[in-house]
């Protein structure tokens, strides 16, 4: 049997540039099977399925998957199962930790007499608001409270409060531990946040994307989980 001519039969029409590329195969020739379409160096197909054709998987850029792609087809990804915490057991985690810190210092500060609240007629005297040593306990269990939430969040990802509770504090887009420097920004907004009317406490009752993220969680990029 003859075999069809290759190409264009008039001879003023110019040949096809592609023709004969693994793009768009030339006149009478076999087309390419299912998954070859792309030039080699260019192939984003992955492993044969159960079929034995070829299926699509994204490029990565750099060596790394994008973020679209290393979550799809894992729920969430390194966040998937993860389940918000309410806001019950946060405030009780809350609660916790402010007698865990406080309780020492309450006690010391009886034991030293600077918490008698008997009407004195010295101003430096024990009891009264104003002494360098009332100013050094409160200063002191400030700082106390600041570390222990950043230690225990960046060691442990929750403070013994919050384990108490089943909650713990994530990265919101890893799904680690945050670092020390975050957990302290973390507490300093809460602090300031807290300050006009305790807002600061009910703000993770606006998040709009329903993940009870607080602003201190929001200006650390952080959530808090059931564990």
């Given amino acids: 049997m003859t075999q069809p001519p290759q190409g264009p039969h008039d001879p003023d029409v110019p040949s096809d540039p592609y023709a004969g590329s693994a793009q768009f195969p030339a006149y009478g020739q076999q087309p390419p099977a299912y998954g070859q379409w792309a030039p080699p160096a260019q192939q984003p197909y992955g492993p044969p ?29 390194p966040l998937a199962g993860v389940r918000t915490a309410d806001a019950g057991p946060r405030l009780g985690a809350r609660i916790l930790d402010w007698l865990i810190v406080g309780i020492p210092f309450g006690l ?14 010295d101003p430096t005297a024990p009891g009264s608001v104003w ?22 969040l960046a060691m442990k990802g929750a403070t013994p409060g919050k384990m108490v ?6 990265d919101e887009n890893t799904g680690q531990r945050i670092s020390f420097g975050r ?7 809460l602090m300031l946040s807290a300050l006009p009317c305790l807002i600061g406490y009910f703000s993770l ?18 959530r808090v989980v059931r564990s």
């Fill in 108 to 121: 010391l500060g009886f034991a030293l007499g600077y918490y008698d609240t008997s009407p004195v007629a």
């Fill in 183 to 189: 957990g302290l920004l973390r507490e300093l907004v």
């Fill in 205 to 222: 009752f606006f998040d709009s994307l329903g993940l009870k993220r607080a602003w201190h969680d929001k200006a650390v990029k952080s």
């Fill in 165 to 170: 509770c089943g909650i713990r504090v994530i």
């Fill in 131 to 152: 002494t360098p040593v009332t100013v050094a306990l409160s200063i002191g269990e400030l700082v106390a409270r600041f570390v222990y939430h950043a230690a225990f």
């Fill in 49 to 77: 399925d159960w079929d034995g054709q070829q299926v699509w998987q994204a490029p990565q850029y750099g060596g790394h998957a994008p973020t679209w792609q290393s979550s799809y087809g894992q729920g969430d990804g």
